[in-house]
Structure formats: C-alpha cells, structure tokens
C-alpha cells in the first residue's frame, strides 16, 4: 500500500507540474500594425517569452477606437495593450484613464522625443507619410505636397481614409495645418480618390489605377523588396512623421505580461524584429535601420514640426474636412 501510494503521489505531482507547464499569461494587443507584420512578430514574442501567449485583434486606428468605447460602455475593456498609428490617441486614452502609467526599462535607450513625458507610453515604430509614384508610368514625381496639386496629375492621385487609418488622421491634420483647407480642394479639383488604407493606396499605385499616392514609407520598401514598381519622395516640405506608441490598458487583468511585451518591442530585439518583418525604422539608435533608409536622426530633423498637442487638437476638423472635401 505504501509503495502504491507513493506511486499515486509521484504520478500526481508530474501531473501538476505538467499543467504548470503546459499553463500560459495570455496578453491580448489591439492594434494597426498590420495582420501580416504583427503576426510573424508574435510568433518570435511567443518563442522568446514561451510562458505568455499573445492574442492580437487588428483593424484600423478608427475601428479600434470605437471597439474600446463599445466595450467600456458595456463594462469591460477586453484590451491588454493597445499599439496605433495615431499616436494622439494614446492621449485620449490617457485623459480617460484607461492608460496604465508604465514605462518598460527599455525606454531609456529611445530618443526622448519618442516618449511620452508623463510616461505612460513610448514609440514602438517609426514611419513616414510620403509620396508615391509608379515608376513604370512616371519619370519625374512630384517633391512636395503641393506639387500634386498641378493639373498634371488629375485623374492620377490616390490616399488612405481617414475614417480607417490612424495615419492618414495625423497626415490630414499636418497638411491642413500647413496649407489650409484650400489645399484639399486643390486635392479635390485634381480627382483624388479615396481606398481605404496605406497598403490599398500602395496596390493601386503599383497597378497603374493612380500614378502617385499617399504611403508609408515602409509599405513603399517592402513592396520595393519583391521587385514591384514603386518608388516613392520624402517631399521638401517635409514628410509627415508618425510615431506609433504602445500603451498599456489600466484596466488590464495581465499587467505583468503587458508589461513584458511592451518591453519586448522597445528591446534590442524587438526593434530588430520591426526592422525586418516590417521595414520600419527603429527608435532605437543602437539598431540599424532598413537599407537604403534615413537614419531616424535625420529623418526626425526633415519633418513637418508639428507637436503632438497640435495634431491632437486639430485631427478631428481636418480629417473630417479631408473626407468630406474629397468625396463629396
């Protein structure tokens, strides 16, 4: 009975030790990067940090944000982290108190400038707005933003919505800033259509629908890397920069585990894995960019100088007015 019984014992306690093993954080990230990129990220998240599972819904920064608002509504933020293109969002967050006040150690190694001075988020990747333009179809692109208002290029223009994408939110607040609403009729005036996102607007530039468009500039280099025929300008007067912060939930039921990811993106590693999955240029100086990109210092010296205070407190009437001036 003896020898039984500490059969049973041993057999119990390698049962429990296998559901210790077997059992997972699981962490769930609202987000904007896209399904493609940020799901080969989770995969290599997952193999560093085996003991956390990462969940992700993906949609656009305007689809994410009214999923938060239904679900606060109804009593329950199911979000763990949250990772958007328009970093004022973060903001709105912050002013609702649904952001956790955390800054993951990794934090210190990203330019200031990349981090939120109340800390409650720092930038997880970098990209640009830029032009792009099919280089099968034209030879001497547009360098500024106001070059696309030239009547050449009725007919040929194509960007994101702002209703969908965080990005194209930020990018119609700083061109409105800069040039007034009588740009976006000029924009009117020469036709340009509305798709829905950067990778849709890329797609048509790269079939020929449109000769030029608005993108991000890391869409232009991986479309670039399979050998489609994109280029794309960083304009004189300045690309718009978009920094895409993570934050995490306060009303987050998995902080340790948040906390963890977040710090994953903001590591060595984590800023290495952006680089390749998604050519994007790292917030970290101590990781290099993609090939043929601009270093993140002078990239940061080039652009529109709008604050994130300013962006926050136009995007509204001038994504708005984007729309409707364009569509109407």
Do not use: C
């Not at 692109?141 to 070059?147: E, G, I, L, S, V």
């Not at 209703?163 to 939110?169: I, L």
């Amino acid at each position: 009975m003896t020898k039984r019984l500490a059969m049973l014992m041993v057999g119990g306690l390698m049962l429990l030790v296998g559901f210790g093993l077997m059992a997972r954080d699981t962490v769930l990230l609202y987000t904007s990067v896209p399904i493609e990129i940020v799901t080969r990220l989770q995969k290599a998240f997952e193999t560093a940090y085996p003991d956390i599972k990462l969940d992700i819904y993906r949609a656009g920064t305007g689809v994410i944000a009214a999923k938060i608002a239904t679900e606060r509504e109804a009593g329950r933020i199911l979000a763990d982290l949250v990772w958007v293109a328009d970093y004022t969002y973060l903001e709105d967050l912050k002013k609702q108190d649904l952001l956790y006040k955390y800054l993951p150690p990794e934090a210190a190694s990203v330019p200031a400038a990349l981090v939120d001075p109340d800390g409650y988020y720092a930038g997880g990747r970098v990209f640009t707005m830029v032009i792009a333009y099919n280089t099968n179809l034209v030879t001497d692109p547009p360098q500024r933003w106001t070059d696309l208002l030239a009547p050449k290029w009725k007919g040929e223009l194509v960007t994101g919505n702002p209703e969908y994408s965080g990005s194209n939110v930020v990018a119609a607040a700083v061109l409105g800033m800069e040039y007034g609403l009588s740009y976006f009729h000029g924009l009117r005036e020469n036709e340009m259509a509305v798709v829905r996102g950067n990778s849709e607007a890329a797609a048509a530039v790269i079939a020929g629908e449109y000769m030029v468009g608005l993108t991000l500039d890391n869409v232009v280099r991986e479309q670039q890397a399979l050998g489609l025929p994109i280029g794309m300008v960083y304009p004189e007067d300045g690309p718009i920069f978009l920094l895409s912060p993570v934050g995490i939930m306060s009303t987050s039921q998995s902080l340790e585990a948040a906390k963890t990811f977040a710090g994953y993106v903001l590591s060595v590693e984590g800023q290495q894995a952006l680089v390749e999955l998604g050519m994007y240029l790292p917030v970290r100086l101590d990781v290099p960019g993609p090939v043929g990109a601009p270093t993140l210092t002078d990239l940061m010296a080039s652009v529109m100088p709008y604050t994130v205070r300013e962006i926050e407190t136009n995007k509204d009437f001038f994504s708005r007015e984007y729309l409707r001036i364009l569509i109407e």
